[in-house]
C-alpha cells in the first residue's frame, strides 16, 4: 500500500501535497452530496473530445441525448429521441420530444445535434471520437483521410425544422440507432460555439447534475439540476468525484467513513473486502475487456514474423492463475476480444481466439523463436500508475512470460505516473513495448468491441493495426440488415486477430465497488460505472 493520504495538485504544478483530513474531508459541509474516487481525465470535458471513463463518468452525468443505455440490461432506450425511421437502414429521420432545455435555458433542438455532430466530425476540431460520424455522409469531406478538410459540415445531416432532423448514412448500418447513446452523439448548446472557453471552463448539459466546480488534479463538484426534465432525476443533491492516484487510498477512506463511494476497489484489498463491507461489497458482470496492445506503428513489433511473436507472449501469461490469485474471481480468463455481457445474440462467442490464448509455455517459446524473439530480447509493459493497481497483474503477467521464457529479465513492467500521462505517451506513439488497454463498451454491441479498436484509423485504434480484410469483413457486418448476419461477419474479422494478435486478450472484468453506510440504493450499470443518479443518502 503506498503511503497514506490524498494527492493534491498545486496550481499548475506537479507538487504534491498530503492533505491533513481524508480526500472526503467527512460529511461536514456535503449534506446531500455524494463522494466518490475519480481520476482525472485526459480531455477537456466536450463529448466528441471523451474516449475514456473518467471523463465518460461525468459526461453520463452532465448530458441525456437521443438514446440512453438501460443501467440494468443495457438495452438502448429512447430518451429525447421520439422517433427514428428508416425504410432502408441508411436514411434516418429523427423526430424530438418537446420540453427538454439545457440547464442555462436554451432549448434542445435539432440543430443542437446537428451542429454538435459536425463540430464533432470536422477536422480542425481534432475530437477523438470524430471517427464515430464516418457513416454520415460527407465524413470524407469534412474529415479526410489525407489533406485538408473541403467542407464544414456533414452532407448527410439537414434540419426539417426545431424537432425534426434527416440523416443520411454513406452505407446501410441498421444497428446505427442504438450507437446513439453513446457520449459523442450528445447535442451542444450554442453556448459552446459562441464562447467555448467558458463553456470548457463549466460545461453546460442537458442532464441531471451541472458542473459547479472543477480543481484539476483534486475534486470535480457535480450539482443537481433541479429543473431537469427527464424521467430520471438525481437522487441526491450531488458528487463530489474526488481526484486519487492510488485506489488504496481511496479504499482506506472510505474505511475511514471519509468517502461514500469507490468504483474500483484495488487487487490488494480483494481477500478481505467482503468482511470489510458486507453487503455495501458491489461485484457484477460488466461489458470491459483488459488487454495488452502492441504498438505496431513500431516496425519491431509489426515486421514479418511478429505475429509469432505476439502469439506466442499471449500463450506465454497464465490468465487461469493471475485472475484467481489476484482478483479473487472478480475477472474471468478472456477467450475472445468482446465480452460476455452481450450474450449470444449480441456477438459473444466463448473460444473464439482459439489456442492464442491458452496457456502453453512449450508452444509459445516455440512460436517466440520462430518469430525471430523478443525486440532487442527484452520488452516493457506500460501502465499508468495512479489508478487500477495495474502494478500487481502486470508485474504476475511478466513472470508468467518470464518463466515461459526462462529468462528473468525478459519482461518488465514501466509504470507511467497519471493516466494522462500515459494516453499521452499513447497519442504520441512513443512506446516501444506493449501497453495495457482497458476497453469499457460505449454501447452493447459487438461492432463497439471492435470497429473503434481494430479498424484502420479507428477512434480507438491506439496501437495503428491495419488488416484490409478486418476492415472489409466490420464494413460487410455493418452493412448486413439481419443481426444474425452482421454477428457473423463480426465474428469472422475477430478470427483474424486470433492470427494476427494485434492485442493480447486478458480477461473478462467485473465492475465492482464498494460504499459507505451514509448511501444507498447503490448499483453499477451494465458497463461497470455507478448509477450515481440513482444514489440516495441516507
Known amino acids: 500500500m503506498r503511503r497514506p493520504g490524498c494527492a493534491k495538485w498545486g496550481a499548475g504544478a506537479l507538487a ?7 480526500c472526503g474531508g467527512g460529511s461536514a459541509g456535503r449534506s446531500g452530496v455524494v463522494s466518490s474516487s475519480w481520476g482525472d481525465p485526459q480531455n477537456p470535458l466536450e463529448p466528441a473530445n471523451t474516449n475514456e471513463v473518467q471523463g465518460g463518468k461525468v459526461l453520463d452525468m452532465l448530458f441525456r441525448g437521443l438514446k440512453r443505455y438501460d443501467p440494468r440490461t443495457g438495452a438502448a432506450l429512447n430518451v429525447l429521441a421520439d422517433r427514428i425511421e428508416t425504410k432502408d437502414s441508411q436514411h434516418y429521420t429523427v423526430t424530438l420530444k418537446s420540453g427538454w432545455t439545457f440547464s442555462n435555458g436554451e432549448k434542445v433542438t435539432a440543430k443542437s445535434f446537428v451542429d454538435a455532430w459536425n463540430y464533432g466530425a470536422q477536422l480542425r476540431n481534432k475530437q477523438k471520437n470524430a471517427a464515430f460520424f464516418q457513416y454520415i455522409d460527407g465524413f470524407d469531406r469534412v474529415h479526410p483521410a489525407n489533406g485538408a478538410a473541403t467542407a464544414t459540415t456533414l452532407s448527410g445531416l439537414a434540419v426539417k425544422d426545431e424537432r425534426t432532423f434527416t440523416v443520411a448514412l454513406n452505407q446501410k448500418f441498421s444497428s446505427w440507432p442504438d450507437t446513439l447513446g453513446y457520449t459523442a452523439f450528445m447535442p451542444l448548446p450554442q453556448a459552446f460555439f459562441k464562447d467555448h472557453a467558458a463553456w470548457v471552463d463549466k460545461p453546460v448539459g442537458n442532464g441531471p447534475y451541472l458542473v459547479d466546480s472543477y480543481d484539476k488534479g483534486s475534486v470535480l463538484r457535480m450539482r443537481k439540476w433541479a429543473k431537469y426534465p427527464g424521467a430520471d432525476p438525481a437522487r441526491n443533491g450531488g458528487v463530489d468525484l474526488r481526484v486519487y492516484t492510488d485506489n488504496n487510498t481511496a479504499y482506506t477512506d472510505l474505511q475511514a467513513g471519509n468517502l461514500d463511494l469507490v468504483d474500483d476497489v484495488p487487487a490488494a484489498q480483494l481477500t478481505h473486502v467482503k468482511q470489510d463491507l458486507g453487503g455495501r461489497y458491489l461485484n457484477q458482470p460488466a461489458g470491459i475487456i483488459q488487454t495488452l496492445t502492441f504498438p505496431m506503428y513500431d516496425k519491431r513489433w509489426s515486421r514479418p514474423g511478429a505475429d509469432k511473436v505476439r502469439r506466442g507472449l499471449s500463450m506465454a501469461i497464465d490468465r487461469a492463475q493471475i485472475t484467481q490469485e489476484i482478483f479473487q474471481r472478480t475477472r474471468t480468463p478472456a477467450t475472445d476480444w468482446t465480452s460476455p455481457v452481450l ?5 459473444y462467442q466463448a473460444g473464439l481466439c482459439g489456442a492464442a490464448c491458452v496457456f502453453d509455455p512449450a508452444r509459445a517459446r516455440q512460436l517466440i523463436k520462430e518469430g525471430g524473439g523478443l525486440p532487442g530480447g527484452r520488452m516493457t509493459l506500460t501502465y499508468n500508475a495512479d489508478t487500477g493497481s495495474h502494478k500487481d497483474w502486470i508485474d504476475a503477467i511478466c513472470n ?8 528473468d529479465r525478459a519482461c518488465v513492467g514501466a509504470p507511467v505516473g497519471t493516466f494522462a500521462d500515459f494516453r499521452n505517451k499513447i497519442a504520441a506513439r512513443t512506446l516501444t513495448g506493449p501497453f ?3 476497453w469499457q463498451m460505449d454501447y452493447p454491441l459487438i461492432q463497439n468491441f471492435l470497429q473503434p479498436l481494430y479498424y484502420s484509423n479507428g477512434s480507438a485504434n491506439d496501437g495503428k493495426f491495419s488488416n484490409p480484410r478486418f476492415d472489409t469483413l466490420v464494413n460487410q457486418a455493418n452493412a448486413a440488415t439481419d443481426s444474425g448476419a452482421a454477428v457473423a461477419k463480426f465474428q469472422d474479422a475477430e478470427r483474424i486477430l486470433a492470427q494476427q494478435m494485434p492485442s493480447i ?5 467485473n465492475g465492482s465497488g464498494g460504499y459507505s453506510e451514509r448511501i444507498s440504493n447503490v448499483s453499477l450499470n451494465a458497463f461497470g460505472v455507478p448509477v450515481y443518479n440513482q444514489i440516495k443518502v441516507n
Open 16 to 22: 504534491v501535497a498530503l492533505v491533513a483530513t481524508a
Open 343 to 347: 450474450g449470444k445474440a449480441g456477438g
Open 400 to 407: 508468467s512470460i518470464n518463466r515461459t521464457l526462462r529468462d
Open 436 to 438: 495495457r488497454a482497458g
Open 505 to 509: 486478450p486478458l480477461w473478462y472484468q
